[in-house]
């Protein structure tokens, strides 16, 4: 009787710990959610917008009087950048809202205080077609530098910001496409639209914009909920990331696309671009196997990423980073960040594509393969002649890449 006794006692209570810790993480799960995708009120806030009359778009008819455009499942990371799968008419699609004003880029320093933010408050009513290309352009120049074809960039961005497709630009659309241009991946699309590696956009609405769904979202092809990603050891996650990838010819496929990525924003039509962070959840693939850019949010202009950390201080290098990835000195004389970053994008893709490319590589190009990948690793953007090694190291992946896939069903 007490050994029955006893195993109800530690019955019931395992039972009440395992109701506790599966209420606690519903729980957590649950706030989580609810502070990440907050699709409602982003919503809400555009369709108002637009029912009022100021802001119009390709899309809001879809989003706000049609309810054509759906809201599906929460991809969002972070509060104020909210990322949903979509489905607009019967085509998929990822819907992107900005739930605050564009955040600057972010050293860690204090934050200074914030100012009310007024949405969609330029241009104003009364500003010419004329006037808001200047404003583009004044715009595109501060975050691009000098490029001798900004003209033909404005056309486009006008072109695209015509969305019922009637020849001009309204107000209210005028006043959605400059919200958009303040974020750097909706100018980085705009810019590489006819790209293969760039997801299509396909519509707007003040500051939320419809991009193409891409059917895997990591160069992996596995996703754990959160709380058993908290328990996994990294480097057994790590191991565990390499089993669920595709076949090897799969694999270079994909790393071929991101090598030509790498070469379309390196030194292209209006300037070079930043890769500020390469992590494998970034980069996705079509059904193809062909690279699509999931995140292009810590892409950004060479230009205005110098502009912002130049006389930054710093008591070490690593008050001199951005993101994950660009990376400057700290100038110990001045106690200041230089502006040059230290690796090319190459280098970064490289160290990303090294365990992808080589677990499971054919024997007969494994040796090339790791060595080429070395090369590209150790680039420096302060070597002598480094645009020349770094086409010469591109050049040399993507063929040996390519040679061995060329013959196969997946090339």
Request: proline share 3%; glycine share 6%; aromatic share 10%.
């Amino acid at each position: 009787m007490v050994r029955l006794s006893y195993m109800r006692i530690k019955y019931l209570f395992i039972s009440w710990l395992v109701v506790f810790v599966g209420s606690w993480i519903m729980y957590v799960q649950y706030s989580t959610y609810t502070e990440l995708c907050r699709g409602h009120d982003c919503r809400k806030i555009i369709c108002d917008k637009y029912k009022t009359g100021v802001i119009d778009g390709s899309a809001c008819s879809s989003l706000c009087a049609k309810e054509t455009l759906y809201f599906g499942k929460c991809l969002s990371t972070k509060p104020n950048n909210q990322i949903y799968l979509g489905i607009w008419g019967n085509l998929q699609s990822v819907i992107k809202c900005q739930m605050e004003e564009a955040a600057q880029l972010d050293f860690g320093t204090d934050p200074e205080p914030k100012k009310e933010i007024v949405l969609f408050d330029k241009p104003t009513r009364g500003t010419t077609v004329e006037k808001f290309k200047e404003m583009v352009y004044s715009l595109f120049k501060a975050k691009l530098g000098e490029q001798g074809n900004l003209s033909e960039l404005v056309n486009l961005i006008l072109s695209f910001a015509d969305g019922n497709k009637d020849g001009r630009v309204s107000l209210p659309e005028a006043k959605s496409a400059w919200a958009l241009l303040q974020l750097e991946e909706f100018l980085l699309m705009v810019i590489l639209q006819d790209k293969e590696h760039t997801p299509k956009l396909m519509g707007f609405c003040g500051d939320l914009y419809v991009t193409e769904r891409v059917e895997y979202t990591s160069l992996y092809g596995i996703s754990l909920p959160w709380i058993i990603e908290l328990l996994i050891p990294s480097g057994f996650r790590r191991s565990m990331d390499q089993w669920f990838t595709p076949s090897w010819p799969r694999k270079a496929k994909i790393a071929i696309g991101l090598l030509e990525f790498v070469e379309d924003i390196f030194h292209g039509p209006y300037g070079n671009f930043l890769m500020c962070d390469t992590s494998a959840k970034n980069l996705g693939y079509n059904d193809k196997y062909d690279l699509k850019m999931m995140d292009m949010r810590k892409i950004v202009p060479e230009i205005n990423l110098k502009e912002i950390i130049k006389d930054r201080q710093c008591d070490s290098d690593l008050d001199c980073i951005y993101g994950t990835d660009c990376r400057t000195l700290c100038d110990q004389s001045k106690m200041r960040c230089t502006t040059e970053v230290i690796q090319p994008n190459l280098a970064k893709a490289c160290q990303l594509l090294k365990d992808y490319l080589l677990r499971g590589a054919p024997s007969d190009i494994h040796e090339e393969l790791e060595k080429q990948l070395y090369l590209c690793i150790a680039l420096k953007v302060t070597a002598n002649q480094m645009e020349m090694e770094h086409s010469l190291i591109l050049n040399n992946l993507k063929t040996l890449l390519w040679k061995k896939i060329s013959h196969t069903n997946d090339s």
